[in-house]
């Protein structure tokens, strides 16, 4: 007695992707690979930069007008007061090359001892 058995879903789902994905492909790569579309992208490309340069544009003025620094101007300002540091740390080590050894200068200092006297009781009527 032969066995009928019915068709796996799985399986049927599974060949028609493939069949789906294979076609798809091939129209893809077909499309893709013409004149037209590397004209198309290259087009939208521009666009897309035109556009961010001149949003880039617009939100500098609106900034500008709110009193407010944009990217450049906080991106010149970290790099000024890098300089700065860098500038600092120069002269620190200068001055400790120039310093004698032993020298506390670059301790910190302490207070002067108090020698003045809270006023007595008898002093203050």
């Known amino acids: 007695m032969a066995e009928n058995t019915p068709p796996d879903p799985a399986a049927m789902f599974n060949n028609w992707v493939t069949q789906w994905e294979r076609a798809v492909d091939k129209f893809s790569n077909e499309f893709m690979g013409t004149d037209e579309f590397s004209k198309s992208m290259n087009q939208m490309q521009n ?10 544009e617009i939100m500098a003025r609106q900034l500008a007008s709110f009193n407010m ?5 906080v991106l010149q300002l970290s790099e000024d007061v890098r300089e700065l540091d860098r500038r600092l ?5 200068t001055l400790r090359k120039l310093l004698p050894e032993g020298s506390n200068e670059g301790a910190p200092r302490k207070s002067p001892p108090r020698t003045r ?9």
């Not at 666009?47 to 880039?56: H, I, K, M, P, S």
């Not at 740390?89 to 080590?93: D, G, L, P, V, Y």
């Open 69 to 73: 620094p944009s990217r450049e101007d």
């Open 89 to 93: 740390a120069r002269i620190e080590t």
């Open 117 to 125: 006297k809270p006023p007595k009781a008898a002093d203050k009527e």
């Open 47 to 56: 666009l897309q930069l035109e556009f961010q340069r001149a949003f880039g």
